[in-house]
């Protein structure tokens, strides 16, 4: 199984960061504007449609959200490209900022250079909209 690990730094205060990321329908004004161009909530907030800039639409199932630790979890399990996909985001406070860590496990295992081409552009995207 492949991992790809994200990290870094944003100017806002950890509460903020977990506040974007959190917010599980919004990933798409509060989190990674322009990389996610819409998402929508289903199954009572459960599931997040995900629309990409790119066009490509994924649904996105919520696994667990941690307020105490800021960790929020999800996985993809319809997905004609991966037959395995798990992600987790994590904020954690770093001097008057954050740092966000955002992982994922997928397979196969074939698609680690698209997947981290998209976590690089998730993640500036990410970075952008998180310092404003």
Request: hydrophobic fraction near 50%; aromatic fraction near 10%.
């Amino acid at each position: 199984m492949a991992t790809i690990r994200k990290e870094f730094n944003v100017a806002a205060p950890p509460e903020k960061v977990w506040d974007a990321l959190r917010d599980f329908g919004a990933l798409h004004t509060k989190l990674a504007r322009g990389f996610v161009a819409d998402a929508a909530l289903e199954e009572g907030g459960a599931v997040r449609v995900v629309t990409f800039g790119n066009g490509v639409v994924v649904r996105e199932h919520l696994v667990s959200a941690d307020d105490a630790a800021r960790r929020l979890a999800y996985a993809i399990s319809d997905s004609p490209r991966f037959t395995h996909y798990s992600a987790s985001a994590q904020v954690f406070a770093d001097g008057a900022g954050s740092k966000f860590v955002w992982t994922v496990d997928f397979l196969p295992n074939e698609m680690a250079a698209l997947q981290e081409a998209a976590m690089n552009a998730g993640g500036a995207a990410m970075q952008k909209t998180l310092n404003g």
